[in-house]
Nanobody, 126 residues
């Protein structure tokens, strides 16, 4: 059974750090681009970061570049998002997602990701 389960969210202060984990059941991770998206209240869901199968490439939204790092451990069927220098604008529900199209390039569109976790809250206080 394919499922994605996020963990590691919570509350941080401005300038602090949080790490998110996403454990993939079944074969959701296999041959997939793994991405993180977020959705803040009243805003559209937006791309945060993604990493390709084999970690040969990674991409980041401009808003998080230099602050967030995505990496994966396929042996543990887990993808991570390490967040540092957090800002109140990072407050959102964060979703782990899998793009199983086996594309050569990373997509920033949520429509291209077939499998999604339930989401986990990240709150950054000022």
């Amino acid at each position: 059974q394919e499922q994605l389960v996020e963990s590691g969210g919570g509350l941080a202060q401005t300038g602090g750090s949080l790490g998110l984990s996403c454990v993939a059941g079944g074969r959701a991770l296999h041959n997939s681009i793994m991405g993180w998206f977020r959705q803040a209240p009243g805003k559209e869901r937006e791309f945060v970061a993604a990493v390709s199968w084999g970690a040969t490439s990674a991409g980041y939204a401009e808003s998080v570049k230099g602050r967030f790092t995505i990496f994966r451990d396929d042996a543990r069927s887990t993808v991570y998002l390490q967040m540092s220098s957090l800002e109140p604008e990072d407050t959102a529900v964060y979703y782990c997602a899998a793009d199983r199209r086996q594309s050569d390039s990373i997509s920033v569109s949520s429509r291209d990701y077939e499998f999604w976790g339930q989401g986990i809250q990240v709150t950054v206080s000022s």
